[in-house]
């Protein structure tokens, strides 16, 4: 941890299907890589700000246009697994699988080395640190600091970055005096801007996730649980705007942006 100078802000997209992943990877109608994929990079190039993008390999070739525009905008590409599934449900043989299969996928696919990486829902089976270190990875962003039935359960994790072996863990941030991860849909959802930015004052770095379909209304989606049709459309449509003001308010506090692999490689020459 630095002691001194500006206060450090990652912001991070998770890249996939809608409804959360739920929807079929090579559904041409996704609306959030679409749309709302094109329209978070243009927020983010509005206010000039690089950020790292995990993402899932099985979407690459549904929006291969659009996601090229990732590392066209100087944004790092990571990875969110191969086919968006529970981590802690498959054996570990299929973890490895997901691991390496989609960084391959993702240099093939971008050129450049993918060194992160973000776990299906947060979900990370054991050993999990060992796995990554054993497929190459040298940092990972899975671990939310709050607790969801059945998917987080960290509450204790460190606020601030962590070292397990060789990989360093970059735990999401959570929003300033709630249980709540900080992420887009979230901070939108309950019109929290200003505690989101309170978050700055608790942690550094502080790691904001987002994904595309935050930033647009979806439309059908009958088929997916009621719960998520309602979590996913409300307030959508303010999601662009609250990105928008958060980016504002975060510059005009002087906060310095930085990739996760930026933190990685800081971390990591602070430590020879
Ligand atoms: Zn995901």
Redesign the pocket.
Known sequence: MKDTGPLRVAITC?V?SDW??RAPADDPDTRGLREGLPACLEVLQDHGVRGTF?I?ASVLQTAPEVLGRISLHGHEVAS?SLH?RSLDCLTTEAVREELSRSRDALEDFFGGCVQGF?A??GRVPEPWWELLEEAGYTYDSSIFRTVFPGRYQHVQAPAIPYRVGKIWEFPVGRLWGTPFPLGLRWVTALGLVGRALATTSVGDPVILYM?PFDLVTPDAGETYPLSARLWYKFRASQARVTLDRLLDAWQRAGVVFMTLQELASSKLEGHH
Request: net charge negative; hydrophobic share 10%.
């Open positions: 998770d996939e959360g992943g995990f899932n969110h968006h973000r299906p829902q994904h």
